[in-house]
């Protein structure tokens, strides 16, 4: 029989909660819904009225992965979502996880959580902008720190502050909060300053996709701050070999950092951070904290 709970006095049908997600560590699909709950306040948080898109992996990273924007089937009424017209359908509409509810029916279906960089009353006004700090073999994180310590000061000289969190694959997210600007003016901004990171570092940088110029390099991807694009939401648990956090980060940890290994944070870490320093990631809900654009 399917467990039921309530939660927020909604009824929830949780599944499989002793199906082994992540044979790797052992880590079950029970031990998974506790864990967001346990990170819920800070998630929900960067989670707020943001449409969000759900990467399914049902049956643990080595299984089938599905990526959907659309709610998926089966979806309660009281699930809220919002408008977020595409070139192929302009009623499309997606969830919305605003209280531990929804989050909690959210992840019994074993998703990521991504989001745009624009909330879903502004659509296409950004009010953070992402840098994907993307290392190729056999560069690391290591030399993505040292990329996001380059970002950090440029982003400085221009008046911005810039946070940082691990994708929870193998590099590092740099995340800077907006007034509301247009997604294309940010994209041209972020673009402009990938570039100028290349130009200053060029053995250790490209701004360029292309497989070919990326080993050794750390590819600093701008093109998540365009209108359709989404990036991997602090917290989110990762459809990897173990179950990696997208994992907010202290500077002096960035600065730090020796060995892939010291940023890489599983389940288990994030109650004990979160117990020790609070959301590193708070300042970007933080409107005093907004930079504009020069």
Known sequence: MTPITWVEGRRIALSRLEKVLYPATGTTKGEVLHYYASVAGAL?????????????????????LFF?????????????TAP????????ARQVTVPDLSTLMWAANLVVEFHTPQWQADAPARADRMVFDLDPGAPA???????????????????????YAKTSGSKGLHLLVPLEPTPSERVSQYAKGLAQEAEAALPDLVTHRMAKTLRPGKVFVDHSQNAAAKTTAAPYTLRARERPTVSAPVSWEE?????RAGDLVFLLGDMEPRLSRDGDLLGPLINLNRAGRLP
């Open 44 to 64: 929900l948080a960067h989670l707020h009225n943001r449409p969000v898109s759900f990467l399914r992996y049902p049956d643990g990273p080595e299984g089938q």
């Open 68 to 80: 959907t924007k659309n709610p998926p089937p089966g979806t309660p009424s009281w699930v809220t």
């Open 84 to 91: 977020v017209p595409r070139s192929e359908d302009s009623g």
């Open 140 to 162: 690391t994180v290591v030399e993505c720190c040292l990329v996001a310590r380059w970002l950090r000061e440029r982003l400085t000289a221009d008046g911005l502050h810039a």
């Open 254 to 258: 960035v600065e730090s950092c020796g």
